[in-house]
DNA sequence: ATTCTAACCTAATCACACC
DNA sequence: GGTGTGATTAGGTTAGAAT
């Protein structure tokens, strides 16, 4: 019998039920009305926060930065922020605001607004890192928060190299299919 | 049940150091 | 000039809480 595997598209994985078990997310955090007042208004005034504004709102509202991040990802994905013409209501904003600028250069806020500094892991950090991927590539909350004490680094980049690092070899499996493929077309074709 | 939305995911890309 | 890899994005899915 063909167990329970293939999760998440083509990551393939097999996961033991106790392994299962201590999958978790993190519980969902509720902001006040007054973190949410805060957090509307500073997404009306930049929807694209670099991490020092990140970080500022942060402490401002006494939430973790990751949250805050998360957050306004949600945010631009849902409430479109600015859209193209409202329907055709309100005729009143049919000229470039900043924000629209911004839409048409996408690159150009990034770079202007800083990014969060890029943390260097240490080889025994990696090693860590890797050895705990091999045995489970989706970690729950509290797999990460253990990694992350484990080498005293936040949760959040634990978090963010689990995806680079399942991205990276879902691209590398393809890569290693499509040169199969290439190489058993041309073995056919030679001979 | 439905609605809202935090948490989480993928895919693509940016940024930047290194060679 | 590429390669490697952490950080960010758009956008989709999952699931917890309020209605």
Redesign the pocket.
């Known amino acids: 019998m063909a167990h329970l595997m293939l999760l998440?598209?083509?990551?393939l994985v097999s996961l033991s039920p106790e392994t299962m078990a201590t999958q978790c997310?993190?519980?969902?955090?509720?902001?006040t009305e007054e973190q949410l007042k805060i957090l509307v208004q500073a997404f009306s005034q930049n929807p694209?926060p670099g991490?020092t504004a990140k970080q500022r709102l942060a402490v401002e509202i006494n939430a973790e930065e990751s949250?805050i991040?998360?957050?306004?990802?949600?945010?631009?994905?849902?409430h479109g922020f600015l859209k193209r013409p409202k329907k055709n209501l309100d005729p009143s904003k049919d000229h470039a605001s900043p924000i629209e600028k911004i839409q048409e250069e996408?690159?150009v806020l990034?770079?202007v607004e800083n990014?969060?500094c890029?943390?260097?892991?240490t080889s025994s950090q990696?090693q860590t890192l890797k050895n705990a991927f091999t045995e489970n590539p989706?970690p729950?909350?509290d797999s990460r928060e253990q990694l992350a004490e484990e080498i005293g680094v936040p949760e959040s980049?634990v978090?963010?190299?689990?995806?680079?690092?399942?991205?990276?070899l879902?691209?590398q499996r393809k890569r290693g299919l499509e040169e199969a493929l290439y190489q058993r077309q041309n073995q056919g074709q030679d001979l």
Not at 25 to 31: E, N
Not at 159 to 168: E, G, L, P, S, T
């Open positions: 998440s598209s083509d990551l997310r993190r519980s969902r955090t509720s902001f694209y991490y949250r991040q998360i957050w306004f990802q949600n945010r631009r994905a849902r996408p690159g990034q770079s990014r969060r890029r943390t260097s892991f990696l989706y729950g909350i980049r978090q963010i190299w689990f995806q680079n690092r399942r991205a990276r879902r691209v």
